[in-house]
């Protein structure tokens, strides 16, 4: 990974620097262990920000953001402009180029980030894993001897800031989309209250749930990309470990762990105790009513089934299958039960809400596993069905909950990635993120 943004900034001085880290990051991108992470790369665009601020910082002119000239990387979903928008699909070649940048895409340009390629992706944001058979899957960098999955559905994002391709990647969050592949791969993923970032020109999954998000290697890093997103910076509170009161949830996130995830869970709750944080055993029974609320057919497939109907019915043979049957999960759902549906949802997070006052977080393991191989989740339906409901069981809690959420490293040094997750209801970006800036040092101790 590059260095922690500030870090790096520090050692931005000399001319042509920033062009120079634009260079080296894409002879990287051509190497083989960053086979299947972009779909395009914008080398020209990159060195075109790079040379922007390298002539500020000649002339001894501020810069427009820390993230001017430094290599950034964006999930094929976003539009950019004059560029077609494949969002992991074949379905989208020949689809006309988009007319102008997304929203998302437009606000680091104006902060001068230096936009390095666009990333690939599970077709159409529809899956936890990472897998895309149009494209290739990238490989999890965290494993040497055997080739893992990255998660997804930001998968392509995800290993370019593990490889150090980027110091962020920008992607998106609908069930776990960042903070799955930032748990597998070693990153910190922030997922945000949906509505603090726009989605304007993102291709969407679930106009309910979709959240436009980043993971980086720090908890400041994804606090600094946040702020760029949403056009404000989050006004975190300092705070310390001693004094926090955290809420171990007893239903459903806890069940049937990997022993690996279990042991860095553990060890990371041992420490924020002995940090002086309380960890508070709740019980949330609610967490256990997701599975019957979300039905039938659940939000995603329901608002999937809405934007792919056409395709689905005239071309479902070149989706992917395993995509394919989950988008048809929501055909023939009633307008009316769409709507119960919706109405149980906002009732559910009243209850939620009110179990969760007086904690500054809840505090879980990301997801219960940690990456599989490749071939073991692509070998059958019932392998990749299985390895996707789990990777995405406890961070669509959150997504379910329209709340925030952080993913951190707890696993101890050598072991293969673990997050830990740091969860709040919506529209406590700020708090959340004092608590994540509290607990980060703590873990990577």
Request: hydrophobic residues 50%; charged residues 15%; contains cysteine.
């Amino acid at each position: 990974m590059l260095p922690a943004i500030a870090a790096l900034r520090a050692t931005l001085t000399e001319p042509g620097c920033h062009l120079a880290l634009v260079e080296r990051v894409l002879a990287r991108a051509a190497e083989p262990a960053a086979a299947q992470v972009f779909t395009a790369l914008l080398a020209d665009e990159a060195r075109a920000a790079a040379q922007a601020a390298d002539a500020r910082l000649a002339r001894g002119l501020a810069q427009p953001s820390p993230l001017a000239g430094l290599p950034v990387t964006v999930k094929d979903l976003y539009d950019i402009a004059g560029r077609t928008t494949l969002a992991g699909s074949v379905l989208r070649r020949g689809a006309p180029p988009a007319a102008h940048d997304a929203a998302a895409v437009a606000r680091l340009r104006a902060a001068g980030a230096a936009i390095v390629g666009l990333t690939n992706m599970s077709e159409f944001a529809f899956s936890g894993l990472g897998l895309n058979p149009h494209f290739g899957t990238p490989r999890n960098p965290a494993d040497a001897a055997l080739a893992r999955i990255p998660g997804g559905s930001s998968s392509g994002a995800a290993v370019s800031v593990a490889l150090g391709l980027a110091v962020a990647g920008l992607g998106s969050d609908t069930g776990g989309s960042i903070r799955i592949p930032a748990a597998f791969c070693g990153l910190v993923g922030f997922k945000n209250t949906q509505a603090r970032t726009p989605l304007a020109g993102a291709f969407p999954l679930s106009f309910t749930l979709d959240t436009a998000c980043a993971m980086t290697p720090t908890v400041d890093d994804c606090l600094l990309v946040d702020g760029v997103l949403a056009g404000a910076p989050l006004a975190a509170p300092a705070r310390e470990a001693r004094g926090l009161r955290l809420a171990l949830p007893q239903t459903l996130v806890l069940d049937d762990l990997e022993p690996a995830v279990a042991a860095a869970f553990d060890r990371a709750l041992e420490r924020l105790r002995q940090a002086g944080a309380q960890i508070v055993p709740l019980a949330l029974p609610e967490f256990a009513e997701i599975a019957r609320l979300n039905a039938p057919g659940g939000l995603s497939p329901i608002e999937a089934w809405a934007v792919h109907r056409a395709a689905m019915t005239s071309q479902r043979e070149r989706f992917d299958p395993r995509v394919a049957q989950r988008i048809a999960q929501g055909a023939g759902v009633a307008a009316a039960d769409y709507i119960d549906l919706l109405q149980r949802r906002r009732e559910w997070i009243s209850r939620v809400q009110a179990r969760l006052a007086g904690f500054d977080a809840f505090v879980c393991p990301t997801a219960p596993i940690v990456a599989p191989g490749i071939a073991e989740v692509a070998a059958s339906d019932e392998a990749y069905f299985k390895a996707n409901g789990r990777a995405l069981r406890n961070t669509f809690v959150v997504n379910f909950l329209d709340g925030c959420a952080f993913s951190l490293p707890c696993q101890a040094p050598g072991a293969l990635p673990v997050g830990l997750m740091l969860a709040a209801p919506a529209h406590h970006d700020a708090a959340l993120a004092g608590v994540a800036r509290a607990v980060e040092p703590l873990l990577r101790a």
